[in-house]
């Protein structure tokens, strides 16, 4: 039996796609998999917060924990973020290794709430990091043409959708107070996390996390070979890669992701339907491997 510590952050806007994350991990999981969640919330009243989550706590081998916190006033005062569907909710992360939650817990897993889940994620859980106190995919968003491959290399940009914490090793880095001293020179969390994570991160075979950019368009959807090149794997072709895929990250909002991949948009919805029957019945329903992996397959021929 394996138990996960895994921790989502969120603020009232996304409280929603939070309970539909932690509802599609639950029911992907093992039979013999344990998760204790941790719910952050940006300026969320506790109350609704608990309220919320409460329902996970009724299914077997799951409990919820919430804590509301004011991002604001903890990092002194926050840029403003470029994008509206985003805010200061997403510096919470950068707290884990400090909160009084995880006190006794070694390894936690954060993930954006933007995220649909194709199977048990103990095998990201238990990745060695080699030292390293993070594990994280590399964003792929900026490279256009490989042109742009010498410039990434050297940036390592972190795609911080999935991010597994080394908490005694990112408490001896002493990351919490070295990114709030960050988060005063930058606009969002991304730069963060470039700046003070990249050099303790150790990054993950692709198949972790594929982030949006990664599929949603022609350009990248023919150059595996690129990605291969830049990860040190060997996936044949981009339904490879999907095939061993274990989570979706889709940036933004619904619209933005599910427009371009209407396979995905099926599985969003379909999710969101489960979901709305379990909070009403309260009955965790059987899952099957996503009835849409023949459209993504299918996908290809599109192009």
């Keep these: 039996m394996s138990k996960l510590h895994i921790c989502l952050s969120t603020d009232s806007r996304w409280l929603r796609f939070a309970q539909r994350a932690v509802y599609d991990i639950i029911i992907k999981r093992n039979a013999d998999t344990e998760i204790k969640f941790y719910i952050l919330g940006d300026k ?3 109350e609704t917060l608990s309220e919320t989550f409460r329902p996970f706590d009724s299914i077997p081998g799951i409990e919820a924990v919430t804590r509301s916190l004011d991002a604001d006033a903890i990092f002194g005062g926050l840029f403003p973020y470029t994008w509206e569907w985003i805010g200061p909710f997403k510096h919470l992360k950068f707290l884990v290794p400090e909160l009084e939650d995880f006190a006794g817990v070694d390894r936690v ?5 933007d995220i649909l889940v194709r199977k ?3 095998d990201i859980y238990q990745i060695d990091l080699d030292g390293k106190a993070i594990g994280a995919v590399r964003d792929y968003a900026h490279i256009r043409e490989d042109r742009y491959m010498e410039m990434f290399d050297k940036r390592n940009k972190i795609e911080n959708g ?3 914490m080394d908490l005694p ?5 002493n990351f919490t107070a070295q990114c709030k001293e ?3 020179r930058h606009n969002g969390d991304l730069p963060v996390m470039e700046q003070i994570a990249v050099p303790h991160t150790k990054f993950l075979d692709p198949k972790y996390q594929i982030p949006y950019h990664f599929i949603a368009s022609e350009e990248r959807f023919r150059n595996i070979k690129r990605w ?6 060997e996936y044949a072709d981009i339904n490879d890669l999907i095939g061993q895929s274990y989570l979706f990250h889709y940036p933004g909002d619904k619209e933005m992701f599910v427009r371009d991949i209407p396979c995905v948009r099926a599985a969003f919805d379909l999710l969101e339907e489960r979901l709305e029957r379990f909070l009403s019945t309260g009955k965790v329903e059987d899952w099957r491997p996503w009835d849409d992996d023949s459209a993504l397959v299918e996908w290809e021929s599109e192009w």
Excluded: A, I, P, Q
């Design 182 to 184: 960050e988060s005063k």
């Design 228 to 233: 291969n090149r830049l990860n040190g794997t």
């Design 120 to 122: 048990d994620l103990t």
């Design 44 to 46: 969320v009243d506790s």
């Design 109 to 113: 897993l954060h993930l954006d709430v």
């Design 169 to 173: 090793e990112l408490r001896r880095l």
């Design 162 to 164: 999935l991010l597994l």
